[in-house]
Structures are given as structure tokens and as C-alpha cells.
């Protein structure tokens, strides 16, 4: 496995293995996992605590989209799965740039048509990671490095601890509907379709994998140890992946909705040259028992 690198504070541990897809391998507080660490012999960073999204987010319908003169082909990355998923960063190995203290940052350069790609644009992405005795304060920023207007997707993919009794607390004004390979339909219901969460409600035992839309930038997790709260900024949008058979609970900060290329009504936010996109997420947890939210 790829090299790992620790910083701590407190009782707070982070490591993060950037070799693996510039994951987040694991966040501990005392003698707990706050989000599912990344198993001894995973060969996937999708298998991490937590993964960078960039420069795109959730699936795009078999890798195919067109955008300002280019028609994309990405390949899919799962044999499972014919569509592209989750971007480009979590399978690239990231270089440490800084390490500070109880902070480090990451960089990963791209570099488009020119060296073969199949995502034609270029950009660099920035990682930073601070931890403190409140917890983890972490972001990703994207910046295009090329001369062309280029689709800039961006988002952080947490998969938090899952009890068979966490309950989770946000507010959203729409949910996104999928088909059943999970490719958004392009409808849009009220956010209220598997259950009341602005009121916090345990997570149902069925497979939920959709987008939420205008969320209020803050999710609550309450089980047997405590509270995990996630606050993001520069993300309209909330993906959440908790699979009826358990075991992952990820809540995911986006700048877009899912397929944005394929969805009559949904755009893919764009950044013209030298600009840059930013999303920053502060991970916490109390150690207090759960109460009913």
C-alpha cells in the first residue's frame, strides 16, 4: 500500500494516503472511528474515509458527453458499471506539497489532450487538510490551467460510521430521482420522497443513492457513540449513498447535480481559464451519547 502520513491534535488522528487516490484513510477520535477507515488491503481508494471528486462528481451516462467542441469518451471504472463515476482524482496519486503541523496539503496536476487524456482540459486540484481539537477542517479547490472554458465539477465523498441505529438530521428543498443504474432521470420531487430528514429520522433499511438538491450545508449523524456533524460550503447539492444492506453512510457535497450533461435543465458549473471552484467541509464529532433528534 501506498505511503501513509498521520497529523493529530488532541485526541484527534487523521491519515491520509495520497498515493491512493489523495484519499483521507481514516479520521479517529480517543479510541473510535468517526468515519469507516480505509481496510489494511484495499487496492481502491473508494474503499477510503473519504475521497476527493474532481472534475466531475457521481455518474456520467456511459463516460459520453460533448462540451465546447470536444466529444468526450471516459472509460468506466468498474466492471459492474458502464458509466464514468466519481471523476479522476481518487484514481490519480497526488503529490504531498505541505505538511505543517496537524496540516497538510495535496496537489494533483492534469494535463489534458496534451498528454493523451481522455478528459481534454486541463487543471490542477488542491487538497488541504487542518486538524484541530474541534476536528477536521478540509477542502478542494480546482483550478483550470488551460486556455479553454472547461466543465468544473468538484465535491468530497465522506462515508461516515454506520450504526443499525444512526439517525441523520439535513434539510433539502428537492431530491433527484435515478433510474436503476442509478443515472439521475432528470426529475426532481420534493425532498421529502424516503422520509422527513429535516426532522432526523433513522436511516431507512432500504438503498437510497440520490442527490439532494439546495440542502442547508449542514448534516447530523447521532448513534451510540455520539454526534458526527458535516458543515460544507460551496456546495448546492448533497449526494447520499446508504445501501439497504448497510455498512457505508456517505453524505457527499457536490457543486452540481448528477449527469449534468444528459439532464435537459441541469448545467455543470464551468470555470474559464486561470479561475478556480472551491469546497470546504469541517468534519466534527462529540463524544456524548445520542439523544433522539
Known sequence: ???????????????????????????????????????????????????????????????????????????????????????????????????????????LDHAGAAAG??????????????????????SIELTN?????????LGLRPCLRRWRDSRAQFTAREMALADLEQIPTGELVGARHFGDWSKGMTVPAITI???YAHWGGKVEVKDGLGTITLQASGAENLHVFAPGTGGELIFAPLNHLPAPFHAEDWSMPVLQPG???????????????????
Open 1 to 107: 500500500m501506498s505511503k501513509m502520513i498521520e497529523i493529530a491534535a488532541g485526541d484527534r488522528r487523521a491519515t491520509i494516503i495520497p498515493g491512493l487516490g489523495g484519499a483521507l484513510a481514516a479520521l479517529s477520535r480517543r479510541d473510535h472511528d468517526v468515519l469507516r477507515p480505509l481496510p489494511d488491503n484495499a487496492t481502491s481508494a473508494l474503499a477510503a474515509a473519504c475521497i476527493p471528486l474532481v472534475p466531475w462528481g457521481n455518474r456520467i451516462r456511459l463516460g459520453r458527453f460533448n462540451f465546447g467542441g470536444h466529444a468526450v469518451v471516459l472509460p468506466a471504472k468498474h466492471q459492474t458499471e458502464r458509466h464514468a463515476a466519481h471523476g479522476l482524482g481518487w484514481e490519480r496519486s497526488w503529490i504531498l506539497s505541505e505538511l505543517v503541523g496537524a496540516s497538510a496539503e495535496l496537489v
Open 117 to 138: 487524456e481522455a478528459w481534454p482540459w486541463s487543471f490542477r486540484a488542491v487538497q488541504r487538510f487542518e486538524l484541530d481539537t474541534d476536528g477536521l477542517a478540509l
Open 145 to 153: 490551467t488551460g486556455t479553454e472554458t472547461m466543465p468544473a465539477g
Open 209 to 211: 443513492d440520490n442527490c
Open 275 to 293: 479561475k478556480s471552484a472551491r469546497i470546504d467541509l469541517h468534519i466534527t464529532e462529540g463524544s456524548r451519547p445520542a439523544e433522539a433528534i
